[in-house]
């Protein structure tokens, strides 16, 4: 079972710097991510959110290929591609897989105008190794939910925040 941790940040800039950090350490596998995402909140109040991986493209990719190999067989393999290509993209559009964007929306909607937050659902980490890389974001953010038990969050929030409880 994957954990959720959301931790926001006054600028974007450092939420990004975050993912980034994350994506870097799942590929030295020390920590395994289900998801990832930087929810922002522009001066004009409109919450994005910025997926690590684009579903609707990844849908297009595999349904174009789908759709090629399928128009080979009928012989008009550019029509089976634009087909695929089409329909994969609308099904990844569609799809949702990770953080709730409802769930992730909601809650930047609290966010101050400027802010940002990261989503990540959590499999695995190996703690001690992770807490290491992340010493750049000490103190730096605010700890705004977890699916964590009392312990692991209390020491989550202690590093994160720069405060003892």
């Known amino acids: 079972m994957s954990d959720l941790v959301v931790i926001s940040f006054p600028n974007e800039q450092t939420a990004y710097q975050l993912r980034a ?3 870097r350490m799942q590929k030295e596998y020390l920590i395994d991510m289900e998801d990832v995402v930087v929810v922002t909140k522009d001066e004009k109040g409109k919450v994005k959110l910025h997926q ?3 579903l609707t ?4 990719v595999g349904g174009g290929f789908w759709g090629m190999l399928i128009g080979l067989l009928f012989l008009n393999p550019l029509l089976g591609a634009a087909v695929g290509a089409g329909a ?3 099904s990844g559009k569609l799809s949702d ?3 709730n964007d409802d769930f992730m929306k909601e ?6 105008p400027g802010c940002a937050a990261v989503f990540v659902l959590v499999r695995k980490a190996t703690t001690d190794k992770v807490i290491e890389q992340l010493q750049a974001f000490q103190g730096k953010g605010k700890v705004l939910k977890t699916s964590l ?3 692991e969050e209390a020491a989550l929030r202690e590093f994160i925040e720069g405060t003892s409880q």
């Open 57 to 60: 493209a990844m849908g297009a």
């Open 107 to 112: 809650l930047a909607q609290s966010f101050k």
């Open 149 to 151: 038990n009392k312990d």
């Open 21 to 23: 950090e994350l994506s």
């Open 52 to 54: 690590a991986v684009s």
């Open 88 to 90: 994969g993209a609308l």
């Open 97 to 99: 897989i990770g953080v």
